[in-house]
């Protein structure tokens, strides 16, 4: 998992003297962004406690001082949420295995009403299916069981298919730019829930068996994900493009739906084909709800 340090050290490093107007006369310089000093200057605290800060020699970092260090440092505001996070690390336990997640019976009732013509499907906070309707399922995983998210031992896991398993890569047209917001989603998780064993052991897996998943690791981008297009080569119907949304659940805020939508007359005539094969009318293969 990522600490407080190597966040602003990554984020200090993209920061040049001039983008934000600071003068250096001329003096070689050995660092490529803004020296330590430099940024406690600007965010108004000591040198020596942001070092200790870096470090992970302070204690605690009040909101004003994170607030503060976010504007020298121009984060956004998911960066922002993130830097947050990770200062709030400090005061946790070690990691823990979490219980298997299950999603809520709304979510399912939800799912259940967007019927087979729109595919959906519900992921955890590591990127698990925890339900997809049939659609859903032919649309981005046919080649894998449909039934496997009922199995809390078993179920796709989306980020490890993507860096993976040959046949998810090979459906992405813009594997690459999907592949990277995969990477920075997973930062904002890991920084959201620091002590998730599971978590940890699946950013660890694909560090060490994806030479892409490493490289994208270390540039150390953090975001959300929301909305986005996919371009496929769908093995089955030929090339399908559709823009997705994501639908953040009050009940269990760390699962969301996914919602598929095509975006050109073509795409929405193979998803229709798609929709046709699957089996219209059957219900989406979801686990026992929570309680």
Not at 150 to 179: C, G, I, K, V
Not at 237 to 246: F, H, K, L, M
């Amino acid at each position: 998992m990522e600490s407080l340090g190597t966040f602003l050290k990554s984020r200090r490093d993209r920061v040049t003297p001039d983008a934000i107007g600071l003068r250096t006369y001329g003096a070689s310089r050995r660092v490529p962004g803004l020296r330590r000093e430099e940024l406690a200057h600007l965010a108004g605290v000591s040198a020596g406690y942001y070092t200790r800060l870096e470090q992970g020699q302070a204690d605690t970092a009040s909101g004003q001082v994170l607030d503060a260090l976010a504007r020298v440092l121009r984060l956004d505001r998911v960066e922002t949420v993130h830097l947050h996070n990770l200062a709030r690390q400090s005061a946790k336990p070690g990691l823990g295995e979490p219980p298997a997640e299950q999603p809520h019976a709304r979510v399912l009732t939800l799912l259940d009403s967007l019927g087979e013509s729109v595919p959906a499907i519900v992921l955890g906070r590591r990127g698990d299916v925890l339900a997809w309707n049939r659609t859903g399922h032919a649309l981005f995983a046919e080649h894998v069981p449909y039934d496997l998210p009922q199995d809390p031992r078993a179920r796709p896991s989306m980020p490890r298919m993507f860096f993976l398993d040959p046949h998810t890569r090979a459906l992405y047209t813009n594997w690459h730019e999907l592949a990277r917001v995969h990477v920075a989603y997973l930062r904002l998780t890991a920084g959201r829930y620091p002590t998730d064993a599971r978590l940890a052991g699946l950013i660890g897996e694909l560090a060490m068996r994806s030479d892409d998943f490493a490289t994208m690791w270390a540039t150390g981008d953090v975001s959300d994900c929301t909305v986005g297009s996919m371009h496929l080569r769908h093995p089955i119907v030929g090339a399908v493009s559709v823009d997705y949304q994501v639908w953040l659940q009050p009940d269990s805020p760390d699962h969301r739906v996914e919602i598929y939508t095509t975006n050109d007359p073509a795409s929405s005539d193979a998803v229709r084909v798609l929709t046709q094969q699957s089996g219209t009318g059957r219900q989406a293969m979801v686990p026992p709800p929570s309680t």
